[in-house]
């Protein structure tokens, strides 16, 4: 399904552009025109021939992991310094490599390995800590800085002709799976810094801009929808199910999968931590979705807020907080975590300088008593329906996450011509512990899960349930567009 013919993209219109400027330096943030993606296509290859040790492994990645042969070639590399790493761009083509290096090496076995060895332990600590990342794989290693283009423009929009630079599998549906995510991230991109005029609009008697902003935000929303729809393209269930999912599972919450203390970062010889060896057990999140800083920035923009899953209640007024417990931190702030540090500390300046969004906008407006009926109407108009379209956009996500998760959970992994499994799904072996599910430490277009045997019930990262989840975050979106109760 292609993306609707709503919007006509420039891929040279800058975030900058507009009639005046905006309070916040986008670029402080780094943030480009192509929104949370950089502004040109990351590096295909360290440039430093220090480092092709690291980039040998990876151009043969996925056969490595077929052949079983991945964690001897690791075993076998020398521990390497960063120090030859100079400009973001070498830091963060350092940071994929490694945390496809780290998570092939877990996950590319008959059994997972509790154990990072110190040939990648070390250099990722480092470039982690540089980048103010976990050393795991997350949406920014596996998305924002995997990609090529060969589209004649440099139109990241364009989903055809996007490329991940790097799969775990060598299949294009994991190619897909990653580059649909892309280019989504360069279409809601357009709309960052007209959402920031919007909210920033002074004139109470000139309320176009506003209007404007919230009619463009819908547009780009359809276009988002209409990306995502196209997911069932080249990326087939069963192959992200049983093949691409195990690889981006973290470490958090995978007894099931060999991993009671999660995983034992080893830093070399000498301590007594591990047999011996120096180092850290850490427990993380893996690679998902819910970590994107536009789907965050879209709710900021709105106004739209989330509590902790399960202490919703549907009859709470529109706006309103409904933790359970205030001190509690819900899945959508916990996540920023694993996001690029100037990508949180925007959506935390965008949050404060703007508290509720649009939606508190709207409303001090529709209050007012000034004669501009039409336009108030037009106003009050615009915001629902930009409310509506990104409940309605949540709504596609759920119907992605049912054919891509639910379904495929509930039946056995494919197998190979001679009858055997095509891998062993470690990650999924991970959602079965005595007809419990427990949590995946992996996440999807949002969360991935396991089916909980005998009660159907899924998780999501870290144990988060899926299906209410996903359902709590469309309520919400669906009661931020009510102003007045």
């Not at 001679?418 to 007809?435: D, I």
Request: hydrophobic share 35%.
């Amino acid at each position: 399904m292609s993306p609707p013919e709503t919007y006509h993209h420039n891929p040279h219109n800058d975030a900058h552009d507009g009639e005046r400027e905006l309070p916040l330096s986008l670029e402080d943030y780094a943030i480009t025109r192509n929104g949370f993606l950089p502004e040109e296509a990351p590096l295909t290859r360290l440039p430093s021939i220090y480092y092709s040790p690291w980039e040998s492994v990876m151009d043969t990645l996925s056969v490595s992991l077929t052949n079983r042969t991945l964690r001897s070639q690791v075993d076998q590399l020398p521990v390497l310094s960063t120090k030859l790493l100079a400009a973001e761009p070498e830091w963060r083509r350092a940071y994929l490599v490694l945390i496809f290096l780290a998570h092939a090496y877990i996950w590319g076995g008959d059994t997972a390995s509790e154990i990072l060895p110190p040939q990648l332990t070390l250099p990722l600590l480092t470039v982690s800590s540089h980048l103010h990342l976990p050393p795991v794989a997350t949406y920014a290693g596996l998305n924002l800085w995997n990609f090529r283009t060969t589209s004649p423009s440099h139109d990241f929009t364009d989903l055809d002709h996007l490329h991940a630079l790097h799969t775990f599998t060598g299949t294009e549906d994991e190619s897909w799976f990653y580059m649909v995510s892309a280019a989504m991230e360069a279409r809601g991109g357009e709309i960052i810094s007209g959402m920031l005029r919007g909210r920033e609009e002074e004139d109470m008697h000139d309320l176009q801009t506003t209007t404007q902003a919230l009619r463009e935000f819908v547009a780009c929303i359809a276009a988002l929808g209409g990306l995502l729809e196209r997911m069932y393209e080249r990326c087939r269930p069963g192959v992200y199910y049983h093949l691409i999912r195990p690889f981006l599972a973290g470490s958090s919450g995978m007894e099931g999968a060999g991993l009671p203390k999660g995983v034992f970062y080893d830093e070399g010889a000498s301590g007594e931590r591990c047999q011996g060896r120096k180092g850290q057990w850490r427990k993380y999140r893996g690679g998902s979705n819910g970590q994107s800083s536009l789907v965050q920035f879209l709710d900021a923009a709105l106004g739209v807020e989330h509590g902790v899953v399960g202490a919703g209640n549907s009859n709470s007024k529109a706006g309103e907080k409904t933790d359970s417990n205030p001190k509690e931190t819900s899945y959508h702030e916990e996540i920023r975590a694993y996001m690029p540090e100037p990508h949180r500390r925007f959506l935390r300046d965008v949050s404060a300088r703007y508290p509720g969004g649009m939606r508190t906008l709207v409303g001090e407006i529709l209050a007012t008593s000034m004669p501009l009926e039409t336009e108030k109407r037009a106003l009050g108009e615009a915001f629902q329906t930009a409310t509506q379209s990104l409940a309605g956009f949540r709504d596609k996500h759920m119907q992605i996450v049912a054919r891509y998760i639910i379904i495929p959970s509930r039946h056995p992994a494919p197998l190979k011509e001679e009858g055997e499994k095509v891998m062993n799904n470690l990650a999924t072996a991970s959602s079965r512990l005595g007809g419990k599910v427990k949590g995946n430490g992996d996440g999807d277009k949002g969360e991935k899960g396991g089916q909980c045997e005998g009660t159907g019930e899924l998780t999501g990262t870290g144990g988060t349930a899926l299906v209410p989840f996903l359902k709590q975050s469309r309520d919400e979106t669906v009661r931020a567009g009510v102003l007045f109760s």
